[in-house]
């Protein structure tokens, strides 16, 4: 196998894997690869941005192709391996750039906003915003109560729907009002994760500097990590734990236990568990290891405890549904065994995994496999990611928002790890065999992060861009009140955000018709100007001082000091 995929042909290869892909968005709605069962979202982000990728792709594969000169490929990599944690600090310093300038530092999607809410009330200390029940319907969107955050109308209590790891891992950088270093930090962190286990692996520093290559050039990495989404917290936890089991010790696997336990609540339990069935069940399989499993169920033993303690908080606030019965309700909403429309979905998750990250990177993981087949970490690795893809085969959904196809992030962490396994010992000789290899790859790398990468960071830029401005711009000095039309516009409905203690300079409520936000108006500020009204929103400005009081009474109480008409009937919501 190795002598097979060496040379000419594994560049052939991956130019004709990524004509096929962009063969894919031509054929797109033509014969049996239909979009119309994907969400809006999904699909727009599809064939209007991805598929313009597919093109710079191929033309960055083919250039690549054209080049066959290793030294300075070869150069750069030694450059990488031999100072990772420079490229880790470059690196969170960029992200966190990008966090604020490409992405406008929003939580853009309701997955993202439903981990930013729930930083913001540990950051006060509590477990639960307190609001009043009557003002529920007006902050939450009806579909979006019980789905993203669950708030009671008799309460007033209020939490995220997902599980709470990745908001208490975000909950200090909210409290120092810095939320857009976090994931570049856990970025920056994966990359030297990332750079010791295929260090670990091949005993090569300058395959380590490959690892490092492909990660930082490639988009979908980028782009999670200057996101809001969990998914840069679950692969940065992924692949600690894979490092902490790389030589176990009893305590290096009862603290990968206690990674494991954090990554089981990030937001859902099932990332971090089909990541991690690989690794647990070759613990018991193998009698030499089979004494760490007792401290490696130990350190999982505080997530799950909270993992369902925080269910029942959510039933009880909620639906009333506890623990196990919680669970079995939302598994029933979210599992489904594959059909046509769900593989029609995975097919075009894979041309988005595709041309979000460098051309032939996935190439390059299975030529790595199959170089280091015998290693039983790149077994592991393997199958830890192969495993991701294949259980989402059973998830129903097809992710809506997102970049690249973040239902896999989780895992692809094994994918620069084992693509650098193919590049291990590439001599400088351009005579080698494997020179060429080095070539295209080094040329591919850079082409992509100069070429392709600029282009998706200014595709999620013009994204958000767009959609933030689908609201009127706020009048100030002073403060405004937005009434969102959730059907008005293009997923308007997740611009429904709101602060636990209403700290905000605009507040974003609910429309529930004219006649109703009108009255709400006259209730709580007599002097209010209607400014704007458009389909996505009606703007009201409360004038050039602030008339609304963010908090009644003591902090302690944390509630609003505002009050809302008699609750609309289920015809007005």
């Not at 937005?482 to 008005?488: E, L, M, T």
């Amino acid at each position: 196998m190795h002598d097979r995929w060496t040379d000419r042909r594994v560049v052939r290869v991956s130019a004709v894997l990524s004509a096929i892909c962009l063969a894919y968005f031509l054929a797109l709605d033509r014969w049996a690869f239909s979009s119309a069962h994907f969400s809006p979202i999904f699909r727009l982000l599809l064939v209007a941005d991805d598929a313009r990728t597919a093109w710079l792709s191929l033309g960055v594969c083919l250039l690549a192709a054209l080049w066959n000169r290793p030294a300075p490929s070869l150069r750069l990599a030694d450059f990488f391996g031999k100072h990772p944690c420079s490229v880790a600090l470059a690196s969170t310093a960029v992200l966190a750039l990008g966090a604020v300038l490409v992405y406008h530092d929003v939580a853009l999607s309701m997955d993202e906003y439903a981990a930013v809410f729930q930083a913001k009330i540990f950051a006060t200390g509590h477990r639960v915003a307190q609001l009043p029940g009557d003002l529920v319907d007006w902050l939450v969107v009806s579909g979006f109560n019980g789905s993203f955050l669950v708030a009671s109308r008799e309460s007033g209590r209020a939490i995220e729907h997902y599980w709470p790891g990745f908001a208490a891992l975000l909950t200090p950088f909210q409290f120092l009002s810095v939320p857009w270093l976090c994931n570049a930090m856990l970025a920056g962190l994966s990359v030297m994760l990332i750079y010791r286990i295929t260090l670990e692996i091949t005993g090569d520093r300058r395959s380590a500097g490959w690892a490092l290559l492909f990660t930082v050039a490639s988009g979908g990495f980028v782009a999670n990590a200057i996101s809001y989404y969990s998914m840069q917290a679950h692969l940065t936890a992924n692949l600690l734990f894979a490092a902490l089991l790389l030589k176990p010790t009893g305590y290096r696997v009862l603290a990968a236990g206690l990674v494991g336990s954090l990554a089981l609540i990030l937001h859902n339990p099932v990332p971090h568990a089909l990541f991690a069935i690989p690794w647990i069940l070759a613990l018991a399989l193998e009698r030499e290891q089979r004494r760490f499993l007792l401290p490696l169920i130990l350190g999982y033993l505080p997530g799950v405890a909270l993992g369902l303690g925080w269910l029942m908080l959510r039933g009880e606030i909620g639906s009333g549904l506890h623990g196990m019965a919680a669970m079995q309700g939302v598994a029933a909403g979210v599992f489904a065994w594959p059909d046509a429309v769900l593989i029609n979905m995975r097919a075009a998750a894979l041309a988005k995994m595709w041309v979000w990250t460098l051309p032939s990177l996935f190439l390059f993981a299975i030529l790595g496999r199959c170089r280091h087949g015998d290693n039983r970490h790149v077994r592991l690795l393997t199958q830890s990611a192969v495993l991701t893809f294949v259980g989402y085969l059973f998830v129903r959904f097809d992710q809506g928002h997102g970049w690249g196809y973040r239902y896999f992030q989780s895992a692809w962490g094994a994918v620069p790890i084992l693509a650098a396994c193919a590049m291990g010992g590439a001599p400088d000789r351009a005579s080698s065999p494997d020179s060429r290899l080095a070539s295209f790859a080094g040329a591919a790398a850079v082409l992509n992060l100069l070429v392709v990468m600029p282009f998706q960071m200014h595709q999620i830029n013009g994204f958000i861009g767009q959609h933030l401005a689908q609201l009127p711009p706020p009048q100030r000095p002073g403060n405004n009140v937005y009434f969102i039309h959730p059907r008005g516009g293009f997923y308007v409905a997740d611009m429904v955000q709101f602060d636990p203690l209403l700290r905000d300079l605009d507040l974003k409520l609910v429309s529930h018709g004219a006649q109703l936000d009108a009255e709400l108006i006259r209730q709580n500020w007599p002097a209010a100007v209607k400014v704007a009204g458009t389909r996505a929103a009606d703007q009201w400005y409360l004038g050039p001082q602030d008339q609304r009081v963010p908090i009644a009474g003591r902090e302690a109480e944390r509630h609003f000091a505002i009050s809302a008409p008699n609750p609309p009937s289920a015809a007005d919501r």
